[in-house]
């Protein structure tokens, strides 16, 4: 998608939907009250008939409005009081979705004022909305496709605005590298290409180590080999760095992800049915690796640290058995119960290194952990686990900002000895009472005296159907966004 910044007086080209965004309750004011009078009461004989009010997510396509747009849209905002970042971004998204397959190429929007942060935001809204997926189609018909390559948002600072948009357009590659890996196929995203691909964001100024199984050994991570030593993929650990602080030694903050390319659930297999979705099993180490890209993309003034557990969870004569005990790195053991949860098995390792050798200021770690989350959430909330009330506050600051939603979940102690073992340390499951809060208890289990937050989003990082329109049905690439937001207003200076 090819952004412009252009001045609400710059003519039309061909091929144009012009796409007015307006409020609630004033729906005539301003461009469309002049559009309105140009093609002769056309708008508000439209807005009568269609019972459009400007309420959040109307859509009117005014038909027959003579003029010199090809198309004219009326996009409603909601009210005035409440147009923030997400609501510009989401009106403006809306515009482009009534538009994408139109046959027109160019979207031009209009927005109440000319303001250029706001123009920015709807750029960005337009680009996280035409994100598609489209690598593996090859006879898509053309009235399928997108026609709409190109979107012009009018403002009074088009240089403002450009400068704006600059570090929402990395955001908006983030995100979309993010939803590219999570969309991958299993048979060609595992772990060894997703290093692969990690590897190659070198070009954007990090620098990115990848450990294999032997290192792993020698590091002593038992815990995460046992969970891919089932498979004929090689496990990877994945080690980002952003050095951009003023110093290049002040202590990191610090971002872990759980990455299994497949989770069939190994010997304690998973039914057929739905199994596929297992693909998105790496959904927390492509958030990680979206937000270290958006941080190196926007050149953030702050080191921060991206490590990714990578593994496949399959079942094979060699597979971990239910009842097997392996050692952590932390040399705790841990007796395998059901061989599916073994996202926290992954997580106990990366976690484990991650602290011990970078002494993060704080650590948050991303993972599609526990079906139990959609049950208790739904799949509009990822849920929130954390020892600290600052860290806690600074993420649902940043996750009601940028519109992905947490919801803070308690960690009792009196339920961390269901998962105590009679042989071995602790056991890898506590039971289906719960069973989020008990998975994030055994995360907690391998975190020292470090701030450190786990965001569950097993509800969230893929959406079928998507009910939010930057993003489109599938992987949302969801955490890249509240964490590039956090580390924003929060670690950078
Ligand atoms: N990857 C799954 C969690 C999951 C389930 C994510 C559904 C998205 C949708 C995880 O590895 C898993 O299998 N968890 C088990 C844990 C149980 C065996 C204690 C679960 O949630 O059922
Ligand atoms: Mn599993
Ligand atoms: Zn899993």
Redesign the pocket.
Known sequence: MEIEFVAATAALGGKTALALIVFDGDVMSGAAGQLDTQTGGALSRAVAAGRFTGAKGQVLDVQGASGDAARILLVGAGKAEAFDDVAVEHASASAYNAVKTSGLTTLRIVLPSGDADQAARAALGVRLAAYRFDRYRTKEPADKKPSVIKTQVATGDDNAALAAFAPLAALADAVAFSRDLVSEPPNVLYPEEFARRVKALESLGLEVEILGEAEMAKLGMGSLLGVGQGSVRDSQLAIMKWYGAADPKAQPIAFVGKG?CF?T?GI?I?PADGME??K??MGGAGAVAGLMHVLAGRKAKVNAIGILGLVE?MPDGNAQRPGDVVTSMSGQTIEII?T????RLVLADAIWYCQDRFKPKFMVDLA?????I?ISLGNDYAGLFSNNDELSGNLLAASGAEAEPLWRMPLPVQYDKNIDSMIADMK???GRPG?SIT?ALFIQRFVNNVPWAHLDI?ST?WKKPSNVPTSPDGATGFGVRLLNRMVQDKYEG
């Open positions: 299994v989770d659930g304690s998973k979705d297992m998105w099993d969870n059901n599916d949860a073994e996202g599609t952990l526990t079906g139990a959609i890898n499951t506590g069973g998975a097993a990082a």
